[in-house]
């Protein structure tokens, strides 16, 4: 974590923030702790909330702050996927993987981080020829957040950023952009990208067969991660004039809140990006909060609620500036296991 940005990017409690009369209570988190350095990233830490009556403590763990108001339950299911990034010898990553060969997580998040750095960075690689069937996807993403304001961006975050690329891209249009993610794994990937300016990753070839993949990957100063809850982001109401979510929507266990809290995020005139899929799954998100109708699609019905034509209620009004009914998104899990998502592109502004 860059500590010249921290200020700016002005991270708040989520823990302690309410709503009272109209009036809302938001409470900075500030450094409380610093126990490592590494030149201008602070690697290990504490932020504490400055809300004298909650004083609750943010770990920073190998440079990645963890922002979230629910730590246990969030610390049960991850501490053990920590084990995928301990720096030490294959031989011995493999020994400790055999000891519990049902336990398949820590083989997931090796593939898990094989999928997101070659689908993020491997059009990029010089040396990965097949990784270039990214490079579509990729260009236009990138030509659609371009499009729109000419002058730099102030603050744009990325919600589900995984390990960064998007995050990295926008950093390029604004003074500060922030990623944000519930998994450490994928937070830490794109810290490490910051700190060595390198993309580094073993790429499944096939059953337990690897390539190393390692090259340069410039990168601006101006960009934070940060573990923590798209659906609960630990900023300010109305303090990001971009916000971003890519593939999030059917992957998040209450869609339209999470629509609800970017448009919270975004200033007027701000602008929105949306793209997914729309692979609704029952073990991630309850049905009745599927997004979709049984004579109406779901990228109808997601730009109808951003125009306000539906849903009315809340209150939404964005004005289309680039919608692509179909862009083809590919997920590489190895040589000769391809994942071909259709995605829907939205790209609106708020007014
Ligand atoms: C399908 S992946 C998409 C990643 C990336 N945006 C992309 O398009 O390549 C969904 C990501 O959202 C993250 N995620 C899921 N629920 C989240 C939440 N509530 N808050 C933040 N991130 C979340 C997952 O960890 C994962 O990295
Ligand atoms: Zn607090």
Redesign the pocket.
């Known amino acids: 974590m860059n500590e010249d940005i921290v200020t700016f990017a002005d991270i708040i409690c989520p823990k302690c923030r309410y709503m009272d009369s109209n009036k809302k209570y938001e409470y900075p988190i500030v450094l409380q702790k610093v126990f490592k350095r590494e030149g201008k990233f602070i690697i290990n830490g504490f932020f504490q909330c400055q809300n004298e009556l909650c004083r609750e403590v943010y770990p920073i763990l190998m440079g990645v702050p963890i922002v979230l108001k629910n730590l246990n339950l969030w610390w049960a299911s991850e501490k053990v996927k920590l084990f995928a990034h301990l720096n030490i010898p294959d031989e011995l990553a493999s020994f400790f993987q055999t000891i519990d060969i049902k336990n398949k997580i820590y083989q997931n998040e090796i593939n898990i981080n094989s999928l ?1 750095m070659d ?2 960075y491997g059009n990029l690689s010089p040396t990965s020829y097949e990784s270039k069937s990214h490079n579509a996807y990729w260009q236009e993403i990138i030509k659609a957040i371009k499009l729109f304001d000419q002058e730099l961006l102030n603050k744009s975050i ?6 960064g ?2 995050t990295f891209e926008k950093a390029k249009l604004a003074k500060l952009a922030i990623g ?4 450490f794994n ?1 937070i830490l990937a794109a810290v490490k990208i910051q700190q060595t300016q390198q993309i580094t990753y073993n790429q499944k070839i096939r059953d337990n067969t690897y390539k190393r993949i390692n090259f340069s990957y410039e990168v601006p100063d101006n960009v934070l991660f940060l ?7 630990p900023f300010r109401a109305n303090s990001f004039d971009q916000v971003s ?4 929507l ?4 209450l869609p339209l809140i ?1 629509i609800q809290q970017m448009d919270a995020l975004l200033e007027h005139k701000g602008n929105i990006i949306l ?1 997914s899929p729309y692979e609704w799954r029952d073990d ?1 998100c309850d049905q009745k909060e599927w997004i979709c109708q049984k004579d109406k699609q779901s990228s109808d019905i997601v730009r109808e609620i951003l125009e306000g034509k539906f849903l009315s209620e809340l209150q939404l009004k964005y004005k289309i500036i680039t919608e692509i009914k179909k862009l083809d ?1 590919l ?1 590489r899990h190895h040589d000769r296991y391809w994942t071909y998502f259709i995605v829907h592109f939205i790209h609106a502004k708020k007014f």
């Not at 990325?158 to 390990?163: A, E, I, P, R, W």
């Not at 573990?227 to 982001?233: F, I, K, N, Q, S």
């Open positions: 997101y689908s993020h990325d919600l589900g950023c995984s390990v690329r998007l944000i993610d519930m998994s994928m573990v923590a809850d798209a659906l609960d982001p979510a890519l593939n999030l059917d992957n998040v266990s999470l793209t991630i998104w997920l």
